[in-house]
């Protein structure tokens, strides 16, 4: 029944109930309301979430499983979790192979899943190496740590991290590469 594509992960694995049980989170997606969605679970899932864990590991894990289900759901193009020169891309839009043809049609989404600003930074170092178009590398945090990236935070106080999605398709369609998806078989 379930993939075993993915270790068992606690936070995910309550992510995923909640959604499945949920009875407004379907309606949302199929209105394509992805904030409102994010909205939701972060309004009921996050402080049971923050008990299971250091806060920004728990929050990044949150995140990355939120991001996956709202990819798929908006039909965006995207690889998650993929070996690129010796380095693991969180989140790699469209894919990789646009990335080394066209870095500026090709988004980069870390997820650290840490607070320490040294982390982040070399995080965003090694990214820097491989995406030439530095605009084009986004990071996700737990809470609002200055960097020289365009940064979505996934908290109660402040939830940046919600208009994620729409951002996402936003450059999706203006590099044209969510256009055709239909004639994709």
């Not at 959604?19 to 309606?27: D, R």
Request: aromatic content about 8%; some cysteine.
């Amino acid at each position: 029944m379930e993939e075993e594509k993915e270790e068992v992960n606690p936070i995910k694995d309550y992510l995923f109930d909640y959604i499945e049980n949920s009875e407004t989170i379907p309606k949302l997606v199929t209105e394509k309301k992805f904030d409102q969605v994010i909205e939701d679970v972060t309004k009921n899932c996050y402080d049971h979430i923050l008990s299971m864990g250091r806060k920004d590991k728990v929050v990044g894990v949150l995140a990355t499983g939120l991001l996956h289900y709202l990819l798929t759901n908006a039909l965006i193009t995207s690889q998650r979790k993929v070996q690129y020169d010796d380095n693991e891309l969180d989140i790699v839009i469209p894919n990789t192979k646009t990335l080394e043809k066209d870095p500026k049609k090709t988004l980069l989404i870390a997820i650290p899943k840490s607070s320490d600003i040294k982390v982040i930074k070399e995080k965003i170092a090694k990214l820097d190496k491989i995406q030439s178009v530095k605009e084009n590398i986004w990071i996700v945090l737990s809470e609002n740590i200055i960097t020289n990236k365009k940064t979505f935070v996934l908290s109660k106080e402040e939830n940046s991290f919600s208009k994620i999605i729409f951002e996402i398709a936003q450059f999706s369609n203006v590099h044209g590469t969510s256009k055709f998806k239909i004639l994709r078989i």
